[in-house]
């Protein structure tokens, strides 16, 4: 399998949160790193809703090719596609007017590389920060619901206001999209698993160890562990809220990958290395080479040294002289990273800038080795410092 995307789908960003002006080129793998408040998650928040766009030209596109009823052109082009982000940017992040003002989110390819998108398949599928609370209580956040509840402890209700809030979330548009997703679990079931089955399996035997079920009838989740219990039975089903950050973290990742995922599209995390331990952050690097190799396109934001370094070690690995090393410390060929499918970008200073990708170095990442020589020499200092005393 390959990837649909090429590596023309540049975007620009300007005056963006914090992001005054950037450029970034989307690759098969995409990697937002950076201090916090930097910019990375309103940078992928407004990636997400370009492909949202391009989903529906999809299906507008494939309504007017069906239609024998009326032969008007739907004009679909580069130049609308920018105007209605700009237009909605205010609803994509839920906010006022004046937070958002002068900004742009620009998509730079060409026309025909438009016509590709809306031609092939390549659905977003966004894993919000906020993932671990949601998989707990997306009943209760329900959008409808909240903003009902929302109303109904007011003394008195506005109507308007009242059928405005229904029909828009108070929260930002992705993450409102992920808790109508989880609302729908039990409806995705039933299709059965997907291609990229094999991979939630992986995800279930490496990373959590133990298997997740939502019940047909209620949609509850439940996760029985893989390990026997202190007095040598077998473990039970437990609810998703006695189960470790690990567990709950992880459950929408294994789900999408089970149910939905489908060669082409694109799965955008923001913090894959939530609650993980660093082991278990570079054996999540090393899946989501997996599934870029298997033709899934992947967006991520990070502040993880070891995911970083882990890909480094993937990219280095490309090199067909490594062939031994693979073996030697036990990686798969489908976990090699070609250093072309990769784009790393820095968010800092209120820019974006890329990192240099070397294929016998991997990614430059600066902004972890300042901080980890920094670390080191403090660390040093402070040992060195205490022997010379007790000397």
Known sequence: ?????????????KNLGVVKQGEFIQRPLTIFCGPNNSGKTWVMYSLYYCYKLITQLKKIEKQKNNSLQSKEEIEINLQNLNKNIQENLVDVFNTNQDLLKGARFIAKFSEEELKNRIQNR??????PAERTGLHLF????????????????????DLKELLRDVMYSRYARPIANYIDWLNQLSETQRNGPGIFHGYGEYLKKQLVRGAYKISRSTSDITFKPYQVRRDGKGTQNMGLHMTSSTVKSLFGLWFYLEYQAKEGDLLMIDEPELNLHPHNQRIIARLLAKLVNAGLNVVISTHSDYIVREFNSLIMLNDERAKNLREKHNYQEDEVLDPAKVGAYLFDDQAINDFEISPSDGIYAIT?????????QVNDDIYYSLQEAES
Request: charged residues 25%; neutral net charge; contains cysteine.
């Open 1 to 13: 399998m390959g990837n649909p995307l090429c590596n023309d789908m540049r975007f620009e960003v």
């Open 368 to 376: 972890f080795d300042d901080v980890i020589r920094n670390l080191n």
């Open 122 to 127: 390549c659905d977003p599928f966004l894993m």
């Open 138 to 157: 997306y009943r209760e956040l329900g959008t409808r619901r909240t903003a009902l509840l929302h109303h109904a402890s007011k003394p008195s209700i």
